[in-house]
């Protein structure tokens, strides 16, 4: 072994916690809330960031442990270190109150139209699908905030609009099909990407929660724009 290989980790879980402060049933964010409090107290000692990122690794390790073996850390909580994703009104006030006066139908489109939407939103779906392999890589599960892909889905919108213009619904109803199919498929991608947290455990390459419910939105504006009159 070279003097310049780096010695064999000495350090285990007791030594990770009594490093965190931690109890060994800490949840995930309070292990992450540690973390930044140690990075900015050790702010410029190397060899003791060091001690904090390999610390965080076993603790984190031990809380995916945890977390698959489906571990109650409380008294009727299952999957504790998972944060609990908030109730979503599902539909504005506004909204209900708009469709209410606007009778909808499913109706199946022709082959020509589904196929031409579908292209549309496909290319759009993997555009969006690029980029969060382009910006990946970062497995600090922190979310970035700024990685929503936000010229796609305004095409998206565009060509939702335009597809129910064609197909002579009218601008108001075809502005809240469009609304409703957006705000549909941003509360299921939230509520999947809550349960998968991709910003921990990236999935197909990709840790971006902004990527994933984008991806929802463009799947529920395609169905949408194409079923629903």
Do not use: C, H
């Not at 390999?54 to 850390?73: C, H, N, P, T, W």
């Not at 109730?87 to 082959?111: C, H, I, R």
């Not at 601008?171 to 990407?193: P, Y």
């Amino acid at each position: 072994m070279s003097e310049d290989s780096p010695l064999p980790s000495q350090m285990n879980v007791e030594d990770a916690l009594k490093l965190f402060g931690v109890a060994e049933n800490a949840s995930f964010d309070e292990i992450i809330k540690v973390r930044r409090d140690l990075v900015a107290r050790f702010e410029g000692d190397m060899e003791k960031l060091a001690e904090v990122d390999e610390a965080y690794d076993i603790l984190l390790m031990k809380s995916f442990s945890r977390r698959k073996a489906g571990q109650v850390s409380e008294e009727g909580i299952r999957f504790a270190d998972v944060r609990k994703a908030r109730p979503a009104n599902l539909t504005p006030a506004w909204l209900k109150s708009a469709l209410s006066k606007v009778a909808v139908s499913v109706e199946t489109p022709d082959s020509k139209t589904l196929a031409t939407e579908a292209a549309v939103f496909g290319v759009l779906a993997a555009w969006t699908f690029a980029g969060g392999l382009a910006q990946g890589g970062d497995l600090t599960p922190v979310s970035s905030g700024g990685d929503v892909p936000g010229l796609q889905l305004a095409l998206a919108l565009g060509a939702a609009f335009y597809f129910l213009q064609k197909e002579r619904v009218k601008a108001v109803k075809a502005g809240l099909i469009t609304v409703g199919g957006m705000a549909t498929g941003s509360i299921v991608g939230g509520l999947i990407e809550a349960w998968l947290r991709v910003d921990i455990v990236p999935v197909l390459g990709i840790d971006s929660p902004a990527v994933v419910v984008s991806e929802f939105v463009l799947v529920a504006l395609f169905l949408t724009t194409a079923y629903v009159r």
